[in-house]
């Protein structure tokens, strides 16, 4: 069956630390996304990338960087700039003019 | 710029009544719509969607939506709900660029509970 991957599903970052939240699809879609989830706050785009080794910054990408250097995979890293990293964080991918297929999250929480 | 307003948070119904879920967008442009929904700790799944033609969308587990263009809105329906209606639904735009889409705008979401 073709999806998106999302892993882990629950995440922890101590103080001062980056973390990585993975993110691989087999649908072979050429565009990627991320977005963070607060409650109330609907859906909020990070960052966007539509083909290998190419990404842009979406609405709140401050905090947060990325890598697409395979089609299938598009890390999210939340860095130790990131103040108030305590979201949920949902990826998707999708062909252009084809809705976005998204996985099922990773919840990540600060000890 | 583009915006999405659901006009509810919270939507209360008894099982077996209609609901109805409202969305408004702003845009410039031409757009494509969504409908999403998302149960607990879970991604979004897809109901519908308009990209073209006719302007009543029918999606799955019985709802449709239709596009009103002069009204800007994309309104969410179901004639009966069904306790696992229960979950959170998201309204979503994105521009219609060469006939292709891109970014997705959300709306901030309604919650729909679903009482016996």
């Known amino acids: 069956d073709g999806g998106i991957t999302q892993s882990p599903k629950y995440l922890f970052r101590k103080e001062g630390q980056n973390v990585t939240l993975s993110c691989e699809q087999n649908l072979n879609h050429d565009a990627m996304y991320w977005y963070r989830q607060d409650p109330g706050q609907g859906l909020r785009l990070i960052y966007y990338?539509?083909?290998?080794?190419?990404?842009q910054k979406g609405d709140i990408a401050e905090g947060y960087s990325v890598s697409r250097e395979k089609k299938e995979s598009f890390p999210l890293t939340v860095t130790s700039a990131q103040k108030n990293p305590t979201a949920f964080y949902l990826c998707a991918s999708s062909n252009r003019g084809r809705p976005q297929h998204f996985g099922d999250g990773t919840r990540l929480s600060i000890l | 710029a583009q915006s999405v307003t659901q006009l509810d948070s919270q939507v209360p119904v008894f099982e077996e009544a209609p609901v109805e879920l409202r969305c408004n967008y702003s845009s410039s442009v031409s757009v494509y719509l969504f409908w999403y929904v998302q149960y607990p700790n879970q991604g979004l799944q897809l109901l519908l969607k308009y990209l073209s033609g006719s302007t009543l969308v029918k999606g799955i587990n019985g709802f449709e939506a239709e596009f009103n263009k002069s009204q800007t809105s994309f309104h969410l329906r179901k004639p009966s709900v069904h306790i696992s209606d229960t979950a959170e639904y998201f309204c979503a735009v994105s521009e219609r660029i060469d006939n292709q889409g891109g970014k997705l705008i959300f709306g901030q979401g309604t919650e729909l509970s679903v009482k016996p």
């Open positions: 990338s539509q083909i290998v080794n190419d990404f």
